[in-house]
């Protein structure tokens, strides 16, 4: 098979997984709902729900620790979920499974997290939205590395999808995110990442419902 034939048959099957993206059944997901900020996302019950830093007060790290702020920027909530090889055992390893990470910005609409230098001091990084998913997505090649855009529900992002082998290229890693500019002027950030393509864990079939399912509260 040629590589063009190759791509070809990789953005088919890119094709098809939005449309069975389109006919995910998210009424049995539950909603994180946001008085403060106005707004309400669905995301699947059966994702471990870790709560965010949003309550908690500015300040920059100490003693080595990793800072739990950054700035303007509130971490809202994050998911997990485990794929069929992921270790039980714990000890920082996640080399299976997904991860979404949900946060907003302060009004200036940048995001803010804490970086380190190569002298390891930490300082406090801010990227525009665009620059924020060029971040995510760069990831470098791969036998079929593929950007994919993503463009829902006034969400704006990119999904950097990288195969490995050929015929088939199989999945091997998804990472990216997508961000909302809403009435107040505060951006809504949404980030992505598949660790490995022996799951079935899709931004097709996740993380585009959720954009789906995203609302200002009234």
Known sequence: MSRKIAV?????????????????DTSSWKHYRN?????????????????????????PPADGRHPAHAGETRGLFGLEIDGPTQSPDG?????????????????????EDWNMKPDSSWYLRQSTPSDWVKRLTSIGAGDGLKKVPVDTNEFKGEIAVVCIGKNPCKIFEEIGGAYRTLPSGRVLFVSWDREAG??????QKYLLPMLSSFKMLK
């Open 198 to 203: 022996g799951n079935d864990f899709s931004f």
């Open 8 to 24: 070809g048959l990789f953005v088919i099957l890119l094709a098809s997984a939005f449309l069975l993206a389109a006919a995910q």
């Open 35 to 59: 008085s403060e900020y106005g707004l309400e996302i669905a995301y699947p019950t059966h994702w471990q729900f870790i709560a965010g830093d949003a309550d908690k007060i500015d300040k």
């Open 91 to 111: 000890g920082g390893s996640f080399d299976d499974g997904a991860i979404v990470t949900v946060s907003i910005s302060g009004a200036s609409g940048v995001i």
